[in-house]
């Protein structure tokens, strides 16, 4: 098999999705193309109501051990689960990481901002843990383990180092939930001692929502259990200019699935597509975060960022400034 970064084009599982993912998706198809990227894709058609993932869908994901997705749309109400909790757990992509930072050209209320969020993917209240006891009453259960909150702090901590990151921030509300944030906190706290040279400080969840709306510069690198990641991400996003141009992945072991960073708004309106108006800004920047993840570096420096149009006309904007 090719190794990483020694020119063999590589294969990509590509899983279009729902709403505007065909477009945005198609997007970075079109920009690969132009830039002759050493990647070939293996495209699935995969949608959220369906019941599970395709078992052809996780082989050729095992077997090509990188994904680009759109989004793909969760159903709300019983019945359906979630088929990117799904994915997540099948492939034990335990971290998922968003970028959120200003970007030339995106006037935003707040300057400075550079914040990586880096959330615990597997467990916590996503472990999907719920029953009815008697008509009337769910109960839902929150899973927190040593295991995984270490292994997500190492992760942070790993990743703040080996970025020249100053900071790590651990989110929690371990004064309501004593155990289960306690546990997630002492696990952070344990891996820091390991990394003297980053700051560790940690925030309440609720006073962070706050801190982020009002000076979001102050935070670098954030580390979170499952749910408050996808609460913080999506905010820091929105704060930094928008969920339709922030990257991001889920990065397992052996694996890992690039997307849109926030997933509000990933699939779109109906209007949205039909105007052809999906930004594929934030795509095209997970697809340069997947050529680093490849070892092709080179390719996903040539990625441009544009600033406004229909998916097109910045999908060839993108194509024009590669020459």
Do not use: W
């Not at 729902?18 to 690969?32: K, R």
């Not at 979170?224 to 930094?240: H, Q």
């Amino acid at each position: 098999m090719p190794r990483p970064g020694d020119g063999a084009p590589r294969a990509v599982t590509l899983l279009p999705g729902d709403g505007i993912g065909p477009l945005v998706t198609g997007a970075v198809e079109q920009v690969m193309e132009a830039m002759h990227a050493p990647v070939y894709f293996e495209k699935y058609d995969v949608h959220g109501d369906m019941t599970t993932v395709p078992a052809e869908v996780l082989e050729s994901i095992r077997r090509n051990k990188v994904c680009l997705k759109g989004g793909l749309r969760t159903p709300v109400g019983g019945g359906v689960s979630s088929l990117n909790v799904q994915l997540r757990k099948e492939l034990d992509l335990y971290a998922s990481l968003v970028n959120c930072f200003n970007m030339v050209g995106v006037p935003t209320r707040h300057e400075n901002v550079d914040i990586v969020v880096i959330r615990e993917n597997t467990e916590g209240e996503y472990a999907g843990l719920e029953h009815e006891v008697v008509p009337g009453v769910v109960e839902s259960l929150k899973v927190i383990t040593k295991f995984c909150s270490e292994r997500i702090a190492k992760y942070a901590f790993e990743y703040a180092y080996l970025n020249n990151r100053k900071k790590v921030t651990a989110v929690h509300k371990a004064n309501i939930m004593k155990l289960a944030d306690g546990l997630f906190l002492e696990s952070c706290r344990n891996i820091a001692t390991k990394y003297p040279g980053i700051k560790y400080n940690e925030i309440i969840v609720d006073n962070c929502c706050m801190q982020l709306v009002s000076k979001p510069e102050q935070f670098d690198v954030m580390v979170t259990p499952n749910l408050y990641g996808n609460l913080v991400a999506n905010t820091a996003a929105g704060i930094a200019g928008g969920t339709g141009i922030m990257p991001g992945g889920n990065v397992g072991q052996g694996h890992a699935i690039f997307e849109q960073g926030a997933s509000a708004g990933n699939v779109g309106t109906e209007k949205q597509v039909a105007q052809n108006k999906a930004n594929p800004v934030a795509l095209l920047l997970s697809s340069a975060m997947m050529l680093r993840h490849l070892q092709f570096p080179s390719f996903a420096d040539r990625l441009e960022t544009p600033s406004s149009g229909s998916t097109q006309e910045v999908t060839d904007a993108v194509i024009a400034a590669l020459d």
